[in-house]
């Protein structure tokens, strides 16, 4: 199964700059993911880090993991438009290779457990067949209206 922009963007609130993967390529159901990112010089993380040698920060490329996790998981609940997947822990996390403009990231994901309210996801970021980067995730699912009642509570005070 393969899922367009389009398609993970229904699965994530994630937007410009900050939806990290471009499509996903391989989908099994509860237990695996394959997602693609292309990284382009117009990223903007690239203007600071680092300005003459630009290298996708390690914390960014993990992101991109746990967004293609989340898909998986969210791919789950009927009601996963009302649901974040939020992250609760990285361990093991291994930096191989630096991530430059005009690489193509494989993001892969495999469950480790998985349950209705969390997960633990094993992930892998590859260049060109070599392993740029592996962390083991953890996420919890909470609901997405959480969010919501926080922004409108500084707006309702503010009206009074």
Do not use: W
Not at 121 to 129: E, L, P, Q, V
Request: proline fraction near 6%; charged fraction near 25%; aromatic fraction near 8%.
């Amino acid at each position: 199964m393969i899922f367009s922009i389009q398609e993970i963007m229904d699965f994530l609130p994630h937007r410009y700059p900050f939806l990290l993967i471009d499509r996903i390529v391989e989908f099994e159901r509860a237990k695996r993911v394959v997602a693609l990112k292309n990284v382009t010089m117009n990223e903007q993380f690239f203007q600071g880090h680092f300005p003459g040698a630009p290298i996708m920060p390690g914390v960014l490329v993990i992101e991109a993991m746990a967004q293609a996790g989340a898909v998986l998981m969210l791919s789950e609940m009927e009601d996963r438009h009302s649901k974040l997947a939020v992250f609760t822990g990285i361990e093991a996390a291994k930096f191989r290779r630096s991530i430059v403009p005009g690489d193509q990231i494989r993001i892969e994901v495999d469950v480790v457990s998985f349950r209705p309210r969390a997960g633990k996801m094993a992930g892998k970021a590859y260049i060109d067949g070599k392993l740029a980067c592996e962390a083991t995730l953890t996420c919890m699912i909470v609901p997405r209206a959480q969010e919501a009642k926080q922004e409108s509570k500084p707006a309702a005070e503010a009206a009074q």
